[in-house]
């Protein structure tokens, strides 16, 4: 709404626009209110953390298909120890192989499981056979990064971001609030000014739209229909 405000009084191209210090004030306070709300309440999608994250994704994802990998290359040894831990841990790796379709959060977890039985016996002494200790703990290593990355972004989410969207919307908030109240009391002080009653009618236009989509918007939600249990 603030930034339809702006926009539309700055179309009235009244002279007092530039001629009235105070409202000149106002103005400029919204609009430079406008564009910080806006990048702290962004797409979280167009994050930057979000890149990180998706790196760090994408190396688990490589640690994990390594092991998968090197696990294969035992299965036609000629070495009777390497055959039999091979054979050992086949089975282990298909329980968990498709852990690599998970999305991020279940695979996290998903992750911890699998490393945990390759721990567990005799998938432990079969790893040790096998020679895939680095495998093993690159996957833990880059399970434990990912976690960390995610429960950071988290955290800075919501007490930072969360916090300073907060208080810039009170501030444009405040600011818009300003600007609408000068023009209302000016309108009244001056009502042979055709200006001021040409921008008191852009505010009330616009707060009357304003007001009227939050009642339609209120009005839909009420006739969406409660979930149930189909039991």
Sequence with gaps: MERETVVDIEATAVEILTADAPLKKYVVDVKNGIDPLEAATKNPRKDPKNKIINEKDERRDKAISRFGRRLYYFELSEDPDERAAFETLEPLWIQHRD??????????????????DLKKEPFASAVTTLTM?????????TNNDFRASESDKRSVKTTHENVKAKDLRKTLESANNNLCEYVYVMAKAYPDNAQWNKLLTVINVIRKRYSELLVHRQAHSKKKPDKTDDK
């Design 99 to 116: 852990i690599l379709s998970m999305n991020k959060k279940n695979q996290t977890g998903s992750t911890d499981n699998f490393i945990n």
């Design 133 to 141: 200790s680095p495998e093993q703990n690159a996957i833990e290593e």
